[in-house]
C-alpha cells in the first residue's frame, strides 16, 4: 500500500509539472501569441522604423525564458529577486539599491508618466517600456553607421547600461587595430566588466553581457522573423 500511496503521489507531481510548463508552437512559446497582437501594435505607434523589428520578441524570451518550456517565459509575470535586485516583466525592468529603471523609464514615453507599481504586471505599459528604452538606447549611437553594429550596441546597453557600454568603446578607442564604432569582433572584445563568475547567476557580468545581444540577434530572433514579416515588419536583412 505504501508503494501505490507513492507512486501515486509522484504521478501527481509530475501532472503538476507538466502543466505548469509552456507548450511551444513552431518552437515558439505559446504565450507569446496571446501577446503578438499588442507588441505590434506597440512597435507601429512607437518605433515604426525599428530597423530588426524581430529584435523585440527575441529580447522578451532572453529575459523571460529560463527555458523556453517554463511557466513565466513569455509572460509579464516573469520576476529575478536576488540580493542585489529586482527585475520584473518582459523587459525584467530592475530596481536595486543604486538605480531604479522603473522610475527611469517613465519619463522615456508619455503613455508611461502615471504607470504604478502595483500595476508593474500590465503587459502593454512593460513593452511600451522595453522598447521605450531600446529606441532611446539606439538613438544614443548615432556615430555606429552599421545598423546591425548600432543595435547590438543598443542591446548590450539594455543589459549593462550606457554608461558602461560608453567606457567600453573608450577602451576599443584607444585599443590598436579597434573600431569604437563596430561592436561585433571590436567593442565585444573589449570591457571594463568584471570576468569571474558572480554568485547566483553562474557566470561573470561580462560573459552575460556579451552574449545577451549575439543570443538575440544570431539565435532568437530567426524564428520571430517570420511572424513580423507576416505583419507587414520585415525590418533590415
Known amino acids: 500500500m505504501k508503494k501505490i500511496i507513492t507512486f501515486v503521489f509522484s504521478f501527481l507531481i509530475s501532472l503538476q509539472c ?37 529584435v ?7 529575459e523571460t525564458c529560463i527555458s523556453l518550456t517554463h511557466s513565466k517565459c513569455w509572460t509579464p509575470y516573469a520576476e529575478l529577486k536576488t540580493d542585489r ?28 508618466a502615471d504607470w504604478r507599481f502595483e500595476d508593474r504586471y500590465n503587459p502593454e505599459k512593460q513593452i511600451i517600456s522595453l522598447v521605450a528604452m531600446l529606441k532611446r538606447n539606439y538613438n544614443h549611437f548615432k556615430d555606429v553607421k552599421n545598423t546591425h553594429d548600432r543595435m547590438a550596441f543598443s542591446l548590450a546597453s539594455y543589459n549593462g547600461g550606457l554608461g558602461g557600454i560608453n567606457s567600453d568603446r573608450r577602451i576599443c ?4 587595430n579597434c573600431d569604437y564604432t563596430r561592436w561585433w569582433g571590436n ?15 553562474g557566470k561573470s557580468f ?20 517570420p511572424r513580423f514579416c507576416e505583419n507587414g515588419l520585415c525590418g533590415l536583412k
Open 173 to 176: 578607442r584607444n585599443t590598436k
Open 206 to 225: 561580462f560573459e552575460i553581457n556579451r552574449e545577451y545581444p549575439r543570443n538575440i540577434m544570431f539565435n532568437r530572433i530567426k524564428k520571430y522573423e
Open 56 to 62: 523585440i520578441p527575441s529580447q522578451i524570451e532572453q
Open 85 to 112: 535586485e529586482y527585475g520584473f516583466g518582459f523587459g525584467q525592468i530592475t530596481i536595486t539599491k543604486r538605480f531604479n529603471t522603473f522610475e527611469e523609464v517613465k519619463g522615456l514615453n508619455n503613455k508611461l
Open 187 to 201: 567593442v565585444e572584445l573589449y570591457s571594463t566588466k568584471a570576468k569571474t563568475n558572480i554568485k547566483g547567476y
Open 18 to 54: 507538466f502543466a505548469q510548463k509552456q507548450e511551444l508552437i513552431n518552437g515558439i512559446p505559446k504565450s507569446y501569441y496571446t501577446y503578438e497582437p499588442l507588441l505590434l501594435k506597440v512597435l507601429k505607434e512607437d518605433w515604426s522604423g525599428i530597423p530588426y523589428p524581430a
